[in-house]
């Protein structure tokens, strides 16, 4: 067995590493539930575990994600990571062949051309030594590109880089010395004995003409050794653990893992898993129009994983999730912040006890207007009409106003009292005894769907409108109007509800593209997720989204949120209007008066049938 | 005793000595829009809860202000954050934060209410 002093440090930084990345992983693996280890041991020889070796190869060696938000940003990576892995593998590939002992100790092959400066009498030497210059090209390409990215970040197609602590940057470093290093170690050695491939072959001999490499391959290999050590040791308690974690990361999510009502192991696996590359900060709106640098879940995830989250930054959010939708590794930001909140604020659910046992109605279907709702009057009203139109036998159960749906309690961190206001409504929708809920408002729609847990159909209103048209019940002319539609986060995003709006809109006016629609769509700034941002930093939001949505100046600005047609209608000179308003417009053009709908026999009365239940109080 | 048609209303001085008006300092730290509150009652209007309670934003910044601090305590805790005050507000008082800072601040400092 060859060896040398120089890979000591090597060796132990490796050793040091893997027992700390042991260690960590069977504590995490240890401290899951019993429902999580179960689905694992379900999925381990399934084909999940081949699922998650696709993704782990597109994700963490050629970084599809990140070539999607910048093809250089992707290129660097994807250099540094990819190019990396074949040097390792090609490197143990080229050892084996080499030597014949079975087992070789690791740093054989990290150190081979040392320890076999002219392999040249082995089969496909030549082969393996063009191959190892070519990656180790690759690597030091992307070692480049990572440098330029520190002070010209705007050719990666960002604004804004992750201001880093003195750990990160140590290890950062560390990192760029490796490749450097290496290829001044091989250049040397090849320099010396006259062998080499295109890269180190030429360098060595271009450093032979004028240094005495003979002397320099020692010190050399020994720096080489030193910057793959530190960087190991570093690894662990840097933003580099994200590389081994975001693979186990990777075989959880697809073992049907995810993140809970709770900050548990499976968020800490997430928040170790975020490598800090800063994609998040100008993706912010907070960022990129309210100029507030600080809160980015870059950072917020950092001061979980260090245990020093300022209030601040948990509460200064708007939860529009964006952040989680460019995030190359897909963390959910969003859950795990909305989990850190709980625990500022006191969650005293009796607080409630003064609600009165619930009313409820018999119809077929109900109308949930929700509070945001009752703000904008312009679109209950426009939904009552449609109701009416469509001969619908349905109870508005918010007509007089009515209890919160619950999600502004949870997102603000206070679950407990959420679910009080949750069964409150739950009771009176369930004696109503309907098949069908109907809500206006996104924030109420995506809890009744994901908490309240009914057996009873819910719908957004832009679904239901489109089963209108769907079912021929109305309708609608086309109207001479261009308009651009503005995906609410919760309804976008939050619900993944994108066609059904678009659909709906296409019947009534031409439908202009934007740039930031669908998944990528502008929070309005008006997001109940926030509760620190100031007035300024809101207006500031809400007018960037107002120039954004009207650069090819539509005629209105269509949404299906009261919140955020309330908000943008503050910052917007083109009219901002909800997708029912226009669907009424559309039902009432002279063409369409002569239509059953219009009929001017008195509307369907529901019968009254009041009921009072009581819920538990819990 | 005959009243003559007249009655006496209850004091309603507020005692300025005893009262502590610590509350409204620090909500005003945490959430400054607080101060720009004219209890014009747009808030009121709107409140949620305050379709089943006396509870209403404006009558909770008047607690603070008066360092009615147990009785401000008792009314904001019946709110169920909905944001209509919030997005219905003239003055642009982020009145959501108010509530929470009130709270946090009571779950931090207990004796304010003493």
């Known amino acids: 067995m060859k060896f040398d002093l120089f890979v000591l440090p090597f060796t132990v930084g490796l050793v040091v590493m893997v027992a700390l990345l042991v260690f960590k992983y069977l504590k995490w693996l240890k401290a899951l539930s019993r429902e999580e280890k179960e689905k694992i041991k379900q999925n381990v020889f399934s084909f999940c575990s081949l699922k998650a070796l696709k993704e782990i190869f597109l994700e963490c060696l050629l970084h599809r994600r990140i070539f999607k938000v910048n093809l250089f940003l992707g290129f ?20 084996k062949f080499f030597s014949d002992v079975p087992l070789n100790p690791p740093y054989y092959p990290i150190f081979f051309r040392f320890f076999e400066p002219a392999p040249s009498a082995f089969t496909f030497s030549a082969g393996f030594t063009f191959f190892m210059d070519f990656f180790l090209l690759v690597v030091l390409s992307g070692v480049v590109l990572a440098f330029t990215k520190r002070f010209y970040s705007k050719m990666f197609g960002m604004k804004k880089t992750t201001v880093m602590k003195p750990g990160d940057k140590f290890a950062l470093i560390s990192l760029w010395f490796i490749f450097p ?12 004995y006259g062998h080499g491939g295109f890269l180190t072959g030429t360098v060595g001999r271009f450093f032979a003409s004028f240094l005495p490499v003979g002397s ?23 933003r580099y653990m994200h590389i081994p974690t975001e693979a186990l990361l990777i075989f959880l999510r697809q073992y049907g893992l995810k993140n809970g009502k709770e900050n548990g192991v499976f968020s800490d696996i997430e928040i170790n898993s975020c490598p800090r590359c800063g994609i998040c900060i100008d993706k912010c709106q907070l960022a990129s129009a309210a100029h507030n640098y600080s809160v980015q879940s870059v950072y917020f995830l950092r001061s979980v994983r260090e245990k020093s989250v300022e209030e601040k930054v948990t509460f200064d959010c708007l939860l529009c999730g964006r952040c989680k939708e460019y995030c190359p590794v897909k963390i959910d930001t969003i859950s795990i912040r909305q989990n850190q909140r709980s625990g500022y604020l006191p969650d005293h659910a009796e607080a409630y006890n003064y609600l009165k046992p619930a009313r409820a109605q018999k119809a077929d279907m109900i109308y949930f207007a929700g509070c945001m709702t009752h703000l904008t009057p312009a679109i209950q009203h426009s939904m009552l009409k449609i109701f009416r139109a469509a001969r619908e036998n349905f109870w508005f159960m918010d007509e007089d106003g009515s209890v919160c749906c619950g999600r502004p309690l949870m997102m603000a961190g206070k679950a407990e009292s959420a679910k009080r206001l949750m069964e409150h409504n739950i009771a009176a929708i369930k004696a109503s005894g ?16 994901e908490e309240y847990h009914l057996d009873i159909k819910v719908m957004h209103h832009t679904q239901y409108l489109l089963k209108l048209i769907n079912e021929n019940r109305v309708q609608l002319s086309h109207q001479d109007l261009t308009v651009v539609y503005h995906d609410p986060c919760e309804l976008g995003r939050g619900c993944g509800v994108y066609e059904e709006p678009r659909a709906v809109l296409q019947n009534i006016a031409a ?9 990528h769509s502008l929070c309005c700034g008006g997001s109940l997720g926030n509760l620190q941002i100031s007035t300024a930093q809101r207006t500031a939001v809400q007018k960037d989204v107002v120039a954004r949505l009207s650069v090819d100046h539509p005629d209105i600005i269509v949404t299906a949120c009261p919140s955020c047609k309330k908000t943008l209608n503050i910052a917007s000179p083109v009219p901002v209007k909800d997708i029912a308003e226009i669907f009424v417009q559309s039902l009432e053009q002279p063409a369409v008066l002569k239509h059953h709908v219009f009929e001017k026999e008195p509307l369907q009365k529901v019968k009254k049938e009041e009921i009072v239940v009581s819920y538990s109080n819990k | 005793m005959k009243n003559f048609g007249f009655y006496i209303q209850p004091d309603s001085q507020i005692d300025f000595d005893n009262n502590n008006r610590n509350l409204a300092a620090l909500v005003s730290q945490r959430e400054p829009s607080f101060d720009w509150c004219i209890g014009c009652g747009t808030c009121t209007a709107t409140c949620t809860a305050g379709n089943f309670t006396g509870f209403n934003f404006r009558k909770v910044a008047l607690l603070v202000h008066r360092g009615e601090n147990e009785q401000a305590l008792q009314e904001v805790e019946k709110c169920m954050l909905c944001g209509k005050c919030n997005l219905a507000c003239p003055r642009g008082v982020n009145t959501r934060n108010v509530v929470a800072s009130i709270q946090k601040i009571f779950s931090r400092y207990q004796n304010l209410v003493y």
């Open chain 1, 76 to 95: 660097m990576h994807t250099s540094l990571a990819f190019g990396w892995f074949l040097l390792i593998v090609m490197g143990n590939v080229e050892s």
């Open chain 1, 181 to 192: 290093l290496r290829l001044l170690a091989e250049s040397f050695t090849s320099g010396v």
């Open chain 1, 216 to 238: 320099l391959i020692y010190p050399s290999w020994w720096a080489y050794s030193v910057s793959l050590g530190v960087f190991f040791v570093a690894l662990p308690f840097s």
């Open chain 1, 434 to 449: 309907a098949k069908l809920l109907v809500t206006s408002c996104p924030i109420c729609y995506r809890v009744f769907r």
């Open chain 1, 511 to 519: 439908l202009l593209k934007v740039k930031n629609e669908r998944d």
